[in-house]
């Protein structure tokens, strides 16, 4: 199972996910720094992204704690699920099907008075608070990752997942954010979908192509036997 490094593959489709971010997501991104002034707009962003990266952090600890369990049941943990599970991913993504993902309405409400309270204060402070709710957005594939932060089997895994994922999104996302006048007319939601479908795709099927051979399980079972008998 050691044939990708899944934290490469977490910031990957991170950068996959961006694509989404900016297409349906950019403006949002940009909200912060709308309302009261406290603070210039590079450092409200830093601010705002390192909330993002802290919030990710904690909420891959949680799921990496509470997948600690259930992985306690297969033979090798993690290493034996998380590779096919972000293979699965990418197919879901790329196919289309993250749009029919749950996204609890309870987060949504909360998030909304989070935003309500943060305008009422100075955009340095107001960036970092909405930067740290992130993890409420209804985002199909930013609650598939969280998900796959489970399969980590642990919360210091489940963290470095998260946070190599929220990585992976911050480079175009930043783009967006500074370059918003100049992107907006030209990278529309549909194309950005579309290139995003694309490039999940071709990630599943170079993670599957580098996995082929954990699916060999006559030459395991017989590669046993023979050690047994030896």
Known sequence: MIQIDTSAAAFMAGIVTSLHC???????????????????????????HGGRLVSY????????????????????????????????????????????????????????????AAFKLKSTLRAAILGLATPLLPC?????????????????????????????????LFLAQTQLHLLGGRLQPATMRKVQRGLALVTAVVLAWRLRDTLDFGSSAAASCCHAMN
């Open 57 to 116: 952090g904690v909420a891959g600890a949680v799921a990496g704690t509470l997948g600690a369990v259930p992985l306690a049941f297969f033979q090798h943990g993690a290493g034996m699920v998380l590779p096919w599970m972000l293979v699965l991913a990418f197919l879901i993504v790329g196919l289309g099907l993250d749009k029919w993902l749950p996204k609890p309405g309870f987060l949504t409400h909360g998030l909304r008075r989070v935003q309500t």
């Open 140 to 172: 199909g594939p930013l609650y598939l990752m969280l998900a796959l932060a489970s399969a980590n089997g642990s919360a210091t895994r489940g963290a470095g997942f998260a946070v190599a994922f929220g990585l992976g999104t911050l480079p175009l």
């Open 22 to 48: 900016v297409g349906m997501c950019g403006p949002l991104s940009c909200s912060w720094a709308i309302g009261p002034k406290g603070g210039g707009f590079m450092s409200g962003t830093a601010l705002y």
